[in-house]
């Protein structure tokens, strides 16, 4: 059973980065399209981000793009979400999640793994 979990949320200023990052085990990431989701109160789980498995290509949501850094970590079955200059607007619970299309989306309905999400708070 293929299973992610999420690490590094917390609290940071307005301004600030974090990294977050999500190990897989049970199955090998690399060849999964993979992509970062955030839910805030109240609010429906939105794509953040994604990597397809079929040609490396990459998404965005428009208000991260320039912002926020998507990769994956092969040699340690991860991936990662790079967070610059954070606003109070992305304040939520981050989750990575794994599917088997072509090439990603921002479509949680697209993907079959989620970890258990991780807080990530903006605020002075």
């Known amino acids: 059973q293929g299973q992610l979990v999420e690490s590094g949320g917390g609290l940071v200023q307005p301004g600030g980065s974090l990294r977050l990052s999500c190990a897989a085990s049970?199955?090998?990431?690399?060849?999964?399209?993979v992509g970062w989701f955030r839910q805030a109160p109240g609010k429906e789980r939105e794509g953040v981000s994604c990597?397809?498995?079929?040609?490396?290509?990459?998404w965005y949501k428009e208000s991260v793009k320039g912002r926020f850094t998507i990769s994956r970590d092969n040699a340690k079955n991860m991936m990662l979400l790079q967070m610059n200059s954070l606003k109070a607007e992305d304040t939520a619970v981050y989750f990575c999640?794994?599917?088997?299309?072509?090439?990603?989306?921002?479509?949680?309905?697209?993907?079959?793994?989620w970890g258990q999400g991780t807080q990530v708070t903006v605020s002075s």
């Open positions: 990597v397809s498995a079929g040609d490396g290509g990459t």
């Open positions: 049970g199955f090998t990431l690399r060849y999964y399209t």
């Open positions: 999640a794994a599917g088997s299309d072509y090439y990603c989306t921002g479509d949680p309905s697209d993907y079959d793994y």
